[in-house]
């Protein structure tokens, strides 16, 4: 009896100290973008106490949650349909070809024969799906997101528009296409002008957008995990004032903080929407989530609406650190693996390089793909080391930095360069330089007369031309180390010649695969042709495709 009950008590502790439970079926993956994001937008980024920050108690959740790995050192490209068609591709820009914002009346977009994140998840069993934001081309149908993997789209093709007109330029664009190869050509994409979109607060349709997924699938498909893609406009720029429920929500905020605000305070509230439906269906605690912004917080021009960087310097088009410096975090339920007790020596904090290119083999491990499988791409898969932070091993040291523009004499508008992780001598090199004298000097700044104090009135940060910082010469070489010096202010270069050429060769290393030029304009298309709706009148759509 007594060696019956010893047994007993063995078993039962030995079962209290395994890790928890991990489910066996793959977890669902959902991949929310953010637009135009800055640096210290969120409080958790904000490192000045006197930066007032939006009301963002969901994000803050679930960055908090002890199964999260906050990304540290993380970058993206320096504007949007780049940095989308990277995360869809694992490709830097030079190998994809999407080398600055696609504008609607062009006939171009993310080549045909690059495989998506989309198409990848499919493979492994995924039902995929995309609410949102597109900007990766639609003068065809075949550029469109169910024809690149995606079993349904809510959103708009192109990049900006107002938050509830829906027009841009001369058109409307918001499209329902309900299945897969859902087009123009077999009258299946459809503009949504009902009562769920026309003249309704884009953020909140995408939310309900997602919710509609999430309760059909767990309805419909309930054995098959989802990928979805949640691409918000928020916080980008647009027409239309924030919705007063969510400005309230920011009263100690003046403008142009205080739209800005409310413009992310309404993409928190659909997010505790999407992760609310999750729990409701039980699908939550086996589902990995994936907050990213897709660029730095834009700080000169229309773009300009309230975001800050701080303490970085520049923002959005640039390659300085607040252009391409990435605000992110993965976080999962109980059964998934980012419970894990190999992280519980951490802070939650990740601190290896990563690059947004890294997603694509990252999200196919979390699928239970290999990364080993996806042949020709620059992304690497954080899998392993997302699972055993922070002791695991960095799964890249450095990355290329490279605003390529084929069609402009083959130049690098916003010039290249290369981080480098220098893990031995506690190093976080990044030296950038322009090739070509002259070009996007709008982008290159001294480092002088910025505010490195902590002002709390200005949402500029170090520099750019609205808090007086000077042009410089735009084709010389900078070597900072942005570990000890973030805001870019100590340029290195003439102490440090060696890790200049270092870095030098590293970057002609990237190059040696570049495409010899972007995807070509199929002129042969000819201007863009409008489609018309009874109720939204002028209509941006695949025109091209019609005329096939």
Same mark, same amino acid.
């Given at each position: 009896?007594?060696s019956?009950?010893?047994?007993?008590?063995?078993i039962?502790?030995?079962l209290?100290?395994? =890790?928890p439970?991990?489910?066996?079926s793959?977890?669902?993956?959902i991949y929310i973008l953010?637009d135009?994001l800055?640096?210290?937008d969120l409080?958790?980024?904000t490192t000045? !106490?006197?930066i007032?920050t939006p009301?963002?108690?969901?994000?803050?959740?679930?960055?908090?949650?002890?199964?999260t790995?906050?990304?540290?050192?993380?970058?993206?490209? /320096?504007?949007?349909?780049?940095?989308?068609?990277?995360?869809?591709?694992g490709l830097?820009?030079?190998?994809?070809?999407v080398v600055?914002?696609l504008?609607?009346?062009?006939?171009?977009?993310l080549p045909?024969?690059? !495989?998506?994140?989309?198409?990848?998840?499919?493979?492994?069993g995924y039902?995929?799906r995309?609410?949102?934001?597109?900007?990766m081309?639609?003068?065809?149908?075949e550029?469109?997101p169910t024809?690149?993997?995606?079993?349904?789209?809510?959103?708009?093709?192109?990049?900006g528009?107002d938050?509830?007109t829906?027009?841009e330029g001369d058109g409307?664009d918001f499209?329902?296409?309900?299945k897969p190869?859902?087009?123009t050509f077999?009258?299946c994409?459809? @503009?949504l002008t009902?009562n769920?979109?026309?003249?309704?607060?884009?953020t909140? @349709?995408?939310g309900?957008?997602?919710?509609?997924?999430?309760?059909?699938?767990?309805?419909?498909? /309930?054995?098959k995990p989802?990928f979805l893609?949640?691409?918000?406009?928020g916080?980008?720029?647009g027409?239309?004032?924030t =919705?007063?429920?969510?400005?309230?929500?920011?009263?100690n905020?003046?403008?142009?903080?205080?739209?800005?605000?409310?413009m992310?305070t309404a993409?928190?509230s659909a997010?505790k929407n999407?992760?609310?439906?999750l729990?409701?269906?039980g699908?939550? *605690?086996?589902?990995?989530?994936?907050?990213s912004?897709?660029?730095?917080? =834009?700080? *000169?021009?229309?773009d300009a609406?309230?975001?800050?960087?701080?303490p970085?310097?520049?923002?959005?088009?640039?390659i300085w650190e607040?252009?391409?410096?990435g605000?992110?975090f993965?976080t999962?339920?109980e059964d998934t @693996?980012?419970?894990n007790?190999?992280?519980?020596d951490?802070d939650g904090?990740?601190n290896?390089l990563?690059n947004?290119?890294?997603?694509?083999? !990252?999200i196919v491990?979390?699928?239970?793909?290999?990364a080993?499988?996806?042949?020709?791409?620059?992304g690497v898969?954080?899998?392993?080391a997302l699972i055993?932070?922070p002791s695991?091993?960095?799964?890249?040291?450095?990355?290329y930095?490279?605003h390529y523009?084929a069609?402009?004499?083959?130049?690098?508008?916003g010039?290249?360069?290369?981080?480098w992780?220098d893990?031995?001598?506690?190093?976080?090199?990044k030296?950038?330089e322009?090739?070509?004298?002259?070009?996007?000097?709008?982008s290159?700044?001294?480092s002088?007369n910025?505010?490195?104090?902590?002002?709390?009135?200005?949402?500029?940060?170090c520099?750019?031309?609205?808090?007086?910082c000077?042009?410089?010469?735009?084709s010389?070489t900078?070597l900072?180390?942005v570990?000890?010096?973030p805001s870019?202010?100590q340029?290195?270069?003439n102490?440090f010649?060696?890790?200049?050429t270092?870095l030098?060769a590293?970057?002609?290393?990237?190059?040696?695969g570049?495409?010899?030029?972007g995807? /070509?304009l199929?002129?042969?298309c000819?201007d863009a042709?409008?489609g018309?709706d009874d109720?939204?009148n002028?209509?941006?759509?695949p025109w091209?495709s019609l005329?096939?």
């Amino acid at each position: 009896m007594a060696s019956s009950l010893r047994l007993f008590l063995t078993i039962v502790v030995t079962l209290l100290l395994l =890790p928890p439970t991990i489910a066996s079926s793959p977890p669902h993956v959902i991949y929310i973008l953010l637009d135009d994001l800055g640096f210290s937008d969120l409080g958790y980024t904000t490192t000045s !106490t006197s930066i007032p920050t939006p009301s963002t108690p969901t994000i803050d959740s679930l960055q908090s949650s002890p199964h999260t790995r906050t990304l540290k050192n993380y970058y993206i490209e /320096p504007v949007c349909s780049p940095s989308r068609s990277s995360i869809q591709t694992g490709l830097y820009p030079l190998h994809h070809g999407v080398v600055n914002w696609l504008k609607p009346e062009d006939p171009n977009g993310l080549p045909l024969n690059l !495989t998506t994140m989309a198409e990848h998840m499919n493979e492994l069993g995924y039902v995929s799906r995309a609410v949102g934001k597109w900007h990766m081309g639609f003068y065809r149908d075949e550029y469109t997101p169910t024809f690149r993997g995606y079993s349904s789209f809510t959103g708009f093709y192109g990049g900006g528009e107002d938050y509830f007109t829906h027009v841009e330029g001369d058109g409307y664009d918001f499209r329902s296409d309900t299945k897969p190869h859902c087009g123009t050509f077999n009258s299946c994409s459809k @503009v949504l002008t009902n009562n769920s979109a026309l003249n309704r607060y884009s953020t909140e @349709v995408f939310g309900e957008a997602a919710v509609n997924i999430i309760n059909n699938h767990a309805d419909e498909d /309930p054995d098959k995990p989802l990928f979805l893609y949640l691409a918000f406009q928020g916080v980008h720029s647009g027409g239309g004032t924030t =919705p007063q429920k969510y400005l309230d929500l920011n009263k100690n905020l003046t403008n142009p903080r205080l739209n800005f605000a409310g413009m992310l305070t309404a993409v928190d509230s659909a997010i505790k929407n999407v992760t609310e439906s999750l729990k409701d269906n039980g699908l939550f *605690d086996n589902t990995i989530i994936v907050f990213s912004t897709d660029n730095g917080g =834009p700080v *000169d021009g229309g773009d300009a609406v309230g975001s800050t960087n701080w303490p970085l310097r520049g923002g959005k088009h640039t390659i300085w650190e607040g252009g391409i410096r990435g605000v992110g975090f993965v976080t999962g339920g109980e059964d998934t @693996v980012l419970n894990n007790s190999n992280n519980n020596d951490g802070d939650g904090d990740y601190n290896h390089l990563m690059n947004g290119v890294d997603w694509l083999p !990252t999200i196919v491990g979390f699928g239970g793909g290999s990364a080993e499988n996806i042949e020709g791409i620059d992304g690497v898969s954080h899998y392993e080391a997302l699972i055993n932070s922070p002791s695991s091993t960095t799964p890249r040291d450095s990355f290329y930095i490279g605003h390529y523009d084929a069609n402009n004499d083959d130049s690098f508008v916003g010039g290249r360069g290369v981080r480098w992780d220098d893990v031995e001598n506690d190093r976080r090199w990044k030296m950038i330089e322009q090739i070509k004298e002259g070009k996007n000097v709008p982008s290159w700044y001294s480092s002088e007369n910025c505010a490195q104090s902590d002002d709390a009135t200005s949402t500029k940060p170090c520099c750019g031309p609205k808090n007086g910082c000077e042009e410089t010469n735009p084709s010389g070489t900078f070597l900072f180390d942005v570990l000890a010096d973030p805001s870019e202010s100590q340029d290195l270069s003439n102490q440090f010649p060696d890790i200049v050429t270092k870095l030098r060769a590293m970057a002609d290393d990237f190059e040696e695969g570049q495409i010899e030029e972007g995807p /070509p304009l199929e002129v042969e298309c000819g201007d863009a042709v409008m489609g018309m709706d009874d109720v939204a009148n002028a209509t941006w759509q695949p025109w091209c495709s019609l005329l096939s």
